[in-house]
């Protein structure tokens, strides 16, 4: 007998969720769905024969935001090089 549908957007969830590696019991209790459910969702959207190619993690949101932060510092050093730069250039005029 089959149970509850779940919903097209929880099943998303739980791809992205088990994507940033959350584990399966975790996934399930936030989600309140089984075990066996989660299995299933996460079994059909992985390849078959995953055991030979892995597959790239999806980025964390923290990953994310070192990298813009990372971004950011190195526009803003490049942008105290060139006032530097500026200042150096004012400084030789006179």
Do not use: C
């Not at 791809?15 to 299933?40: H, T």
């Not at 994310?64 to 200042?87: G, M, S, T, V, Y």
């Amino acid at each position: 007998m089959p149970g509850k549908q779940i919903d097209e957007k929880v099943k998303q969830n739980v791809i992205k969720a088990y994507a940033n590696g959350v584990p399966r019991k975790k996934i399930a209790e936030q989600f309140g769905i089984s075990l066996s459910s989660v299995g299933r969702i996460v079994k059909k959207k992985v390849p078959k024969h995953s055991h030979q190619k892995k597959m790239e993690p999806a980025k964390t949101e923290r990953q994310k935001r070192i990298e813009d932060l990372e971004r950011r510092i190195a526009e803003l050093e490049k942008k105290i090089l060139e006032f530097e730069a500026d200042k150096k250039a004012r400084k030789a005029k006179f």
